[in-house]
Structures are given as structure tokens and as C-alpha cells.
């Protein structure tokens, strides 16, 4: 009686064919197996006349590598900011084998937001989608990255996020770029409009101990800090350590800035002996689209600090 035992491994599956003549013919199909993965087969015979069994030789093949296939796209091609943007991730693998530790990078433009809570994810085979809960992306500045265990061949993972457009976005060029390492590089370009934000301009500041009373800070007039300055639409500006503070993205014509004098304690408003409309704790300033201007405050001690 001949006996034939085959093993090959986790990732082959064996069936007998037939017996011809002493030869032994075996049907090998391939179950999922991992990019590169080397797969070793070897057979045994044994028969009743024979006092032990034969080992053949071993015979070691190297699994198909997995082919990763990246594409970028989005819900618009234009956008100005305030407004959302839906992008999409689609990554095939076609190739042979399963694609373990998917890492998808994105760049996002500069004034772009990713949106944490809008990250949805599916898995399409067999021509068939499911949806699958993806880990939380990994954010770093504006690098975010997507994790998924694996990606079987002819597998596509689809990854669906939101992001928020942001003023800062006027001065990128809203293009990202995202990669998987075994992809290809994909692009998705939106066209930044300015949109309001071309009818604005920029406020500048400084609040400081004016000594002399001339309105105008000069050296040994230290900044005043956390002072408050409150904008006639509603907005407020706290002054960092220096005193100074500024406003962007300010609506074009004439703007009216107030000092907030409670927000700094010890201090009164500094009379200025020069301009008789330095002496009020408003300022009115003629703001252009695009423009720039200046709004300074000159304090001085309280006499009641003073004494």
C-alpha cells in the first residue's frame, strides 16, 4: 500500500488527483496569503515494503505582492473660506495578495481643518461595500494619517472625511497630496476663492505706558498686557506679554476699537496732549479691503496705583 503525505504550508491548500504509474499528481490553489510571503512545500512517501518513509526535496515559491492603487477626489473644485470640503481616499489593492498595516498619509493646504468626527469608512469585494470602523486618524499639524489592518487583493477601501476651510487658506495653494508607502502619489487640487475675506483688511495695535503723553510709544514706554480691546462689531483682541494685538480679516470702512480699561487694573487712559481725540478710550480708524492700519492706546498709572 503507498502511502503520500504533502504539507505546504498554512497558505496552500493540497488535493490528491490522481496515481499514474507510481506518479503522484497533486492540485495545489492558493488561499489568502501576504504580500511576499515565501511558502514552503514538501512531500513524504511511505508504503507497506518499505521500512521508512522518503522526504522529497523542498520546493519554496514567494507569494504575489500586494498592488496598491491610490485615488484622490472631492465633493467641489472650488471653495472660499467657511466652507466644507469632502474629500475621498480610494485605495485598490490589485494585486495578489493581502496588504497588511494600510498607512495613508495626507498633506492637507495650509488653512485646511480636518474634521475629526466626519472620518467614514467601507470595504468593497467581491463587487459588494461594507461599511468598517476605522481607528481614529493620527493628526500632526497638517498631517493626517489613516490606519486599517488589512487590504485583501482585489479589495478597495474607501475613506470618506470632511474639512473646514479657514482664512489662511487664501495664502496656500490648495493642493494635498496623499500616499499609502506601496502606492502611488494622488493629488486633489481646490481652487482657494477669497471670497468676503477680498473686502477685508488687518488691524494692528498696541497698548503701552504712554510717560510722556504724546500718544506715541518710544523706548522705556513698556507694552500693558491682557488688555482687552473690544471692535464696534462685537469682536474682542486680548494683548499678549508686549502689549501688542492684531485683528485680521476685518470688514472693510471705518472701524471703531474701544479699550476695555477693567481689563487692566491700575491703569487709567493716558491724556494726550497733542491730539485732542487721543483722549477718549475709542479709537475710529478708515480700514481699506486689503489694508492695513494702526490703533494704539496710551495708559499711565493710576493715581492710586502711583501713591
Known sequence: MLRLLASSGRCLRLVLLSVIAGLAIFVLSAAPTHSNETITNTATAGGGNLPTNVTSNPTTLVAAPARLELTKTADRAAAEPGDTIVYRLILENTGGSTARDIRLTDNLPLGVRYLPASLQGSLVQA???????????????????????????????????AVTVTPDAIRGDGRNRAQEPRSNLATYEVLIRPGILSDCGTIIGRVFVDKNFDGEQQPGEPGVPNAVVFLDNGNRVVADAQGLFSLANVLSGDRVGTLDLSSIPGYDLAPNLYRLEGNSQARLVRLQPGGLVRMNFGVTPAAAAVS
Request: no cysteine; net charge negative.
Open 127 to 161: 463587487g459588494s461595500p461594507a461599511t468598517v470602523a476605522l481607528p481614529p486618524a493620527q493628526v500632526s499639524d497638517r498631517q493626517v494619517t489613516f490606519t486599517f489592518p488589512e487590504l485583501p487583493a482585489d479589495a478597495t477601501l474607501n475613506l470618506v472625511y
